[in-house]
């Protein structure tokens, strides 16, 4: 079975600082990794995936995450936040073996940003 | 850009009643799927659906769930009689053969 561990269920940073959304996974077979962004009253929205090419993954709105299979980590990471960052950030995991099975989603991150 | 689409975006229902969320998934999409987040808590799966019938399903999708894509662009989760637990957000989701799956903004489900 699969399974998404994000720690913190809410970070807290200063505009301009280092965003980092931690997520670690546990699958028995090579995962695909995701991470989503939730803005308040709306649907969830792909920041960017893994799919076992390029370990560092580069996502949209300045976002990136790296996959360490040693570590099973899969963080999110963004050089500056802004304030338009602020959202609720879920890191999921699926069978990359397998094609289309559904996700397994974290129980998520509030990202707050500071002026 | 092609989107998810989901109708209506909030239904309040009373506790007993069937009610059907309605999804138009990606209109070259293969795989479809119903997920919900009860208000706080994670994003739970519940059915995936390929090839007009139900590939995988959660513990969470019993027999008061149902599926259906009853033409060549709906995608239905009828809840025959709903419980107070039902209340939730219903996010519908698709995806072609191997992508990424796209969401749609999602029904908020209120049962009183």
């Known amino acids: 079975a699969q399974s998404v561990t994000q720690l913190g269920s809410h970070v807290s940073v200063s505009e301009g600082a280092l965003v980092l959304l931690r997520c670690n996974y546990s699958?028995?077979?090579?995962?695909?990794l995701f991470w989503y962004v939730q803005y308040p009253n709306q649907g969830l929205q792909l920041l960017l995936k893994?799919?076992?090419?390029?370990?560092l993954v580069k996502g949209i709105n300045g976002f990136e995450a790296e996959f360490k299979k040693s570590e099973t980590s899969f963080h999110l990471t963004k050089p500056s936040a802004h304030m338009s960052d602020a959202a609720e950030y879920f890191c999921?995991?699926?069978?990359?073996?397998?094609?289309?099975?559904?996700?397994?989603f974290g129980k998520g991150t509030r990202l707050s940003v500071i002026a | 850009e092609p989107e998810v689409t989901q109708t209506p975006s909030h239904q309040v229902t009373q506790m007993g009643q069937e009610v059907i969320l309605r999804c138009v998934p990606i209109s070259n999409h293969l795989y479809f799927y119903w997920y919900r987040q009860i208000l706080g808590q994670k994003v739970e799966f519940l059915v995936s659906f390929y090839n007009n019938e139900i590939s995988e399903k959660s513990e969470i999708f019993d027999d008061q769930f149902s599926v259906e894509r009853p033409d060549g662009s709906n995608f239905t989760l009828k809840i025959r009689s709903t419980k107070l637990e039902d209340s939730a957000m219903y996010f519908c989701a698709s995806t072609k053969l191997g992508g990424e799956q796209y969401f749609g903004p999602g029904t908020r489900l209120t049962v009183t």
């Open positions: 699958s028995s077979v090579p995962p695909y």
């Open positions: 999921a995991v699926s069978d990359g073996n397998s094609g289309n099975t559904p996700l397994v």
């Open positions: 893994y799919t076992s090419a390029a370990t």
